[in-house]
């Protein structure tokens, strides 16, 4: 984002594209083969950076699904059958042949959805092999997990995932499943279903038997055929709040269980005695990270009044520095949107904001001329009155407020319908364990921010939706205790 007459800017570094060979059109992936929908429609997936057809996906039909469900619900007697840890091989070869492929799955996620190369490459891809590599570990200890002596599997799962982190999301969906001895169906999103599809061919690389893992793609209709069916014992979703709640409304008086890991709104806690520079990185990795996608960002900064000046100046400084651009860049810091239609709505929020008073300020950025991108903004000024302090806009947009004493930035943390993470910025250890407690957020980072494990549960309250994933917790999801 630095002026082109700087003589210290950074020349191109792209990552090549032939490490992935895209195929022009994509089957569904059921009973482990591919193939076309039963009605043969399809749809088109798009490179939100340069708005270029990647390839043409099957969209799934009520048939199609209840197809992959019959298949999932076949392969579960011989599956959970198996002890686990003969569960477990199948699980190691996953993530080692996705550790084996990374490069090439990393390109492949940057080119469906616009994150920078470099976070898919470091952040995305390494978290993905762990988890595989932690429920593997987990298989053949069911039993020592804390929920019984002799815990059983559900049965089917049916798992919906969103776009900001196609391939995590998966992860997190499937590794516990396979683990607790369940089959799936998964669906990805419908702007960002190449990496599961690329999974799916994984699956077969590893020797997976037919019909454990079947993928199926499409927009929401699939999904909500998914949700709905009588073959499904368990449903997981991850994405908006507004799904969430029809999801709810669905599953109302069934025996199927249910997680939902929904909206965020969290607040970023910066004390006068933050280290501020660390501080500074915090705030730009926790709402610029993949393009402030991601349902956990610090969207509010609360600030302590007497250093909100300096921390602006020094965050200010920081933002003019930030690249956007080309997501197969190395250098690049921000990537595109991942469609018009999330663009428009980060679009109409930020103009709420500025229409209702806040002060909105950017960077001068030369944006490119094709695909979907947003400046990195921030806006001053905010009250907890104004939309952008109470909506997810789920962009790169951040909302400063301020407070006085620990007990107002509890209060003002708190005052959302969401509950999914906060962040603390404080050199005193006490005052985190306080207000720690006091903050209703399923995830509380204690100086740092966006920091996740595969042993560390994740998961969040109120609006921000119900169970956990992630760790020992993330078992009991699918298993029958």
């Known amino acids: 984002m630095t002026p082109t007459t700087n003589p210290f800017a950074y020349a191109p ?6 490490v992935v060979d895209i195929a022009p059109s994509y089957g569904l992936f059921i009973n482990g083969e591919f193939g076309e929908a039963a009605d043969g429609k399809v749809f088109k997936t798009v490179s939100p950076a340069t708005e270029e057809v990647l390839s043409e996906v ?21 599956w959970s059958a198996l002890p686990g840890s003969e569960r477990a091989k199948y699980l190691f070869r996953i ?9 090439e799955l990393a390109v492949l996620e940057s080119l469906d959805n616009g994150k920078p190369i470099r976070e898919s490459r470091d952040a995305d891809l390494p978290l993905v092999a762990a988890h595989f590599f932690y429920y593997a570990g987990w298989a053949d200890k069911l039993a020592y997990a804390g929920y019984g002596s002799n815990p059983r599997p559900l049965g089917v799962a049916g798992q919906i995932i969103p776009w900001n982190f196609p391939l995590l999301m998966l992860a997190w969906k499937i590794a516990p499943a396979l683990a607790a001895g369940n089959t799936v169906v998964l669906k990805p999103a419908e702007t960002t279903p190449l990496s599961a599809l690329f999974f799916a061919d994984i699956c077969r690389q590893a020797g997976l038997p037919k019909g454990v893992v079947n993928i199926i793609t ?7 055929e998914l949700v709905a069916h009588p073959g499904i014992d368990k449903v997981a979703f991850t994405g908006s709040t507004e799904v969430g709640k029809a999801i709810a409304r669905t599953v109302a008086g069934t025996d199927k269980k249910v997680t939902l890991e929904l909206g965020g709104k969290a607040a970023n806690i910066v004390f006068d005695d933050a280290p501020l520079d660390q501080a500074v990185e915090g705030i730009i990795g926790g709402i610029f990270f993949n393009q402030g996608h991601v349902c956990c960002a610090g969207s509010r900064l609360l600030v302590q009044e007497s250093i909100q000046d300096e921390l602006l100046d020094a965050l200010k400084r920081r933002m003019r520095t930030l690249r956007v651009g080309d997501p197969l860049d190395k250098n690049t810091d921000i990537g595109a949107i991942n469609s018009a239609e999330q663009l428009a709505r980060i679009r109409a929020l930020a103009d709420a904001g500025e229409a209702e008073g806040a002060e909105r300020w950017a960077p001068e950025c030369e944006l490119p001329s094709s695909g979907y991108w947003f400046v990195p903004t921030l806006f001053t000024g905010v009250t907890q009155a104004h939309r952008i302090a109470r909506e997810e806009i789920f962009g790169p947009v951040l909302s400063v407020l301020t407070f006085r004493t620990p007990e107002e930035a509890v209060a003002k943390a708190n005052n959302t319908p969401y509950g999914l993470s906060a962040g603390i910025w404080t050199e005193k250890g006490s005052r985190i364990l306080w207000m720690a407690s006091k903050l209703r957020a399923g995830v509380v980072w204690s100086n740092t921010f966006n920091k996740f494990d595969p042993a560390s549960p994740f998961g969040g309250y109120k609006e921000s939706g119900y169970g956990r994933e992630g760790g020992r917790h993330g078992l009991e999801a699918y298993l029958d205790v």
């Open 13 to 18: 570094a792209p990552e090549s594209r032939a």
């Open 58 to 78: 099957a969209q799934a039909s009520a048939d199609d699904v209840d197809r992959a469900v019959k298949a999932a619900r076949k392969a579960f007697e011989s």
């Open 218 to 224: 499409g927009d929401g209709s699939p999904g909500a």
């Open 95 to 103: 993530a080692r042949i996705i550790q084996e492929r990374s490069r």
